[in-house]
């Protein structure tokens, strides 16, 4: 089966869901995966790093999962951070719908599941937190970062979790050519966790994203 199906809005692989337990140091999430979804069936590795190493916000203000899948990063800050808003974005329509389907399984309010072109254009993200689609390609990755990079509040940070041989330190070196000041937060086993931050000149005329603050 193609790995890249879990990139189109309506996979055509037939579904079977299957539920998952997400066990980390702080928290417990029993989940519902399907197929046609990024790591369907299992918490990814990269996903988990990202979970147990990124920092915690380093400012009050939504938060933002980029390339959802079924929602494992967006629903486990949305337990960390109850009085936080949470978007989780994704093309895939059934990933979208895990989201949603999970939220509401674990009695979580403050989770918004969207398409990308369904987000308020004048949202801006305190945080975002993202297990990249390094498969989508070069140019298609470089524009979706660019793009939710510049949704961030001037004071605010993503936290990227990439391999080292699929180009962490690459695309690391070609963030900081775009402008955005990034630096390697930590690595483990062999993923890198990159944080970027907003272009130096990118805050002025920008307010903070909607929502409750904890």
Request: proline share 7%.
């Amino acid at each position: 089966m193609s790995g890249s199906h879990y990139f189109s809005s309506a996979p055509e692989v037939a579904s079977e869901r299957r539920p998952i337990t997400v066990s980390l140091p702080d928290l417990t999430l029993e989940l519902t995966t399907d197929a046609g979804v990024f790591s369907h069936g299992r918490l990814d590795q990269g996903t988990r790093i990202l979970l147990e190493h990124a920092p915690q916000p380093r400012v009050r203000g939504p938060i933002l999962d980029v390339g959802c899948g079924y929602g494992p990063i967006a629903l486990t800050w949305a337990s960390r951070r109850k009085r936080l808003p949470v978007w989780a974005v994704d093309v895939n329509e059934r990933a979208l719908g895990l989201v949603r389907l999970n939220a509401e399984a674990l009695r979580l309010g403050n989770v918004q599941a969207a398409l990308p072109d369904d987000v308020p254009a004048d949202l801006r993200f305190a945080t975002i937190y993202s297990n990249p689609p390094i498969r989508i390609g070069k140019a298609e990755l470089r524009g979706l970062l660019t793009h939710w990079l510049g949704r961030l509040t001037p004071d605010g940070s993503a936290f990227l979790v990439v391999q080292k041989h699929l180009g962490s330190d690459s695309l690391q070196k070609w963030l900081n050519e775009q402008g955005y000041p990034t630096s390697r937060v930590t690595s483990v086993n062999g993923f890198r966790i990159l944080e970027a931050r907003p272009r130096p000149d990118a805050g002025e005329g920008i307010e903070s994203g909607r929502g409750t603050t904890s």
